[in-house]
């Protein structure tokens, strides 16, 4: 047996030495490309819940940018090419910030990561005029209703789908992905869960007898439509070849059918948002308080839910003395 000598042993501190230099932010950046990222990013997105259509987006938008940009690397993206790329689009300014709210957002997911040292992209913005978006009108509302003719599939299932909208205030791709379960005919309700909701969130609305009576209608053709092309869905608002409409808004079938009536008809706030934003404003008016309504429209800031109900400054001053 080998006597041990201590031959072989080192004696000396080794953690103040070296042998491989830690990299540091800079060189992180440097050596990560911004395809990379975005790939990683994405997996980290996918993993914490992030709805399908919102990390399509990121990527759609981030690929846009590099493409524009002609840059490569993480360490290539400076001011300059942010400013370079906002100051080459052909949109309005509120879609410049919608752009670069996700440019942001994929930047700050880097910086968590370690792979930039400060948030040099903060300082970065676009100026909006904050306009509000009136609800649309009553009246317009039951002139559409009146033309539509409900002895058709389309006309019944638009007709339905503006109502459900404007009594509901659901939005436009919540709509879309509503199914069966999500009425319940005999408590009048709708239930609908975190997985069709904007919010993650559950939200539970009440249906007048008008409105369910319609479902009903609406259901039972759809039965018809889905047995004969053979579809197997359980979708409120379908297609008229039995399958399920396209939740993105500007695609959307019903979307699309609005925008058509609005110009056919002459009826200038027509549309989704605008159904939504009346179904508010009707609410208000009926005497629901704003907390309430922020509920109901699924809103997490009670400031996005006064921006729907076009307040009047002179209405506010009168309304808030009564408090003094």
């Known amino acids: 047996m080998t006597k041990k000598t201590g031959l072989f042993d080192v004696n000396i501190d080794l953690d103040s030495i070296m042998l491989v230099p830690e990299q540091t932010g800079s060189q992180r950046v440097n050596s990560r490309t911004i395809d990379e990222a975005s790939g990683i990013i994405v997996q980290q997105m996918t993993a914490s819940g ?54 942001k957002s994929f930047l700050s997911k880097c910086f968590n990561n370690g792979w930039y040292e400060s948030k040099f992209w903060q300082m970065v913005s676009v100026k909006v005029d904050k306009k509000v978006k009136k609800g649309a009108d009553e009246k317009d509302i039951q002139i559409l209703l009146s033309l539509l003719d409900l002895n058709t599939f389309v006309g019944l299932r638009d007709a339905v789908a503006v109502l459900t909208m404007y009594k509901t205030g659901i939005r436009i791709n919540t709509l879309g992905q509503l199914e069966e379960k999500h009425i319940d005919f005999n408590n009048m309700v709708i239930y609908m869960d975190g997985a069709i909701l904007k919010n993650h969130q559950f939200l539970k609305l ?3 007898n008008q409105l369910l009576k319609l479902l009903q209608i609406l259901i039972q053709q759809n039965q018809k439509i889905r047995s004969h092309y053979n579809e197997q869905n359980k979708n409120v608002f379908i297609s008229t070849k039995g399958t399920s409409l396209n939740t993105k ?36 008016n009926k005497g629901a308080n704003v907390a309430l309504i922020s509920k109901a429209l699924g809103h997490s800031d009670l400031g996005v839910t006064t921006q729907y109900l076009d307040l009047d400054v002179e209405q506010v001053a009168s309304d808030l003395r009564e408090y003094l």
């Open 249 to 284: 808004s500007t695609n959307n079938a019903i979307s699309k059918q609005l925008t058509k009536y609005s110009k056919k008809y002459g009826l200038t706030n027509i549309n989704a948002h605008a159904l939504r934003r009346a179904y508010a404003k009707n609410l208000l």
């Open 50 to 103: 992030y709805r399908h259509r919102t990390i399509k987006d990121y990527e759609t938008i981030i690929r846009g940018f590099r493409k524009v940009q002609d840059v490569q690397y993480l360490s290539d993206i400076t001011l300059n090419t942010i400013y370079g790329w906002l100051e080459q689009m052909q949109v309005s300014n509120q879609t410049k910030l919608t752009r670069l709210k996700a440019l």
């Open 206 to 208: 009440p249906l007048d």
